[in-house]
């Protein structure tokens, strides 16, 4: 039930096809990005492109160019029911804006047209630049997660959960 396209003032969100695997293989070797996501975020994120998905994955684009990914999982169960977003950018597209954004317009998807009450995202302790944009559209931080991922280097490194409750979206 992927919308066709979600869009916003400089951002689109659309479904990823198989066109985007160059561009986004591109942005995931550039040494900004592959630090967070690494040989297994690139792996899932060129597998999504063909699917079946235990998520969605998205192309995030900025006139009319692919600037990175976004994906939603989703958990149906009713009595836990919410879901969470991860993404990246390349670096010609960061610091201006665009991840909040991206972030806005998917939030507001969730919330709106799914019904979902609670989102989440995981990035790294140490990726200050993505929690601090992560902060700007209203997730809190919940709690760390120790040694909750594996680096491309197989070092373990601790995950910030942080959730967003529909009513807090700022923006």
């Known amino acids: 039930m992927t919308p066709a396209r979600l869009q916003g003032p400089r951002v689109c969100l659309r479904p990823l096809d198989a066109g985007d695997r160059p561009a986004l293989a591109t942005i995931l070797a550039e040494p900004a990005v592959a630090r967070w996501w690494g040989q297994s975020g690139f792996d899932q994120a060129m597998d999504d492109i063909y699917g079946p998905w235990a998520h969605e994955p998205f192309a995030i684009e900025v006139d009319g160019k692919v600037a990175g990914y976004l994906q939603v999982a989703e958990e149906l169960d009713p009595d836990y029911r919410h879901a969470s977003i991860d993404l990246f950018l390349g670096v010609a597209w960061q610091g201006r804006g665009l991840g909040p954004e991206a972030i806005r317009l998917i939030c507001r998807h969730l ?23 992560y902060e700007r559209v209203g997730f809190r931080p919940v709690g760390v997660m120790r040694n909750y991922e594996r680096a491309a280097d197989g070092t373990w490194h601790d995950g910030l959960l942080m959730d967003l409750l529909a009513g807090e979206l700022l923006g």
Do not use: K, Q
């Open 111 to 133: 919330f709106e047209e799914r019904g979902h009450h609670r989102l989440t995202i995981d990035p790294a302790v140490s990726n200050e630049r993505a929690i601090r944009a």
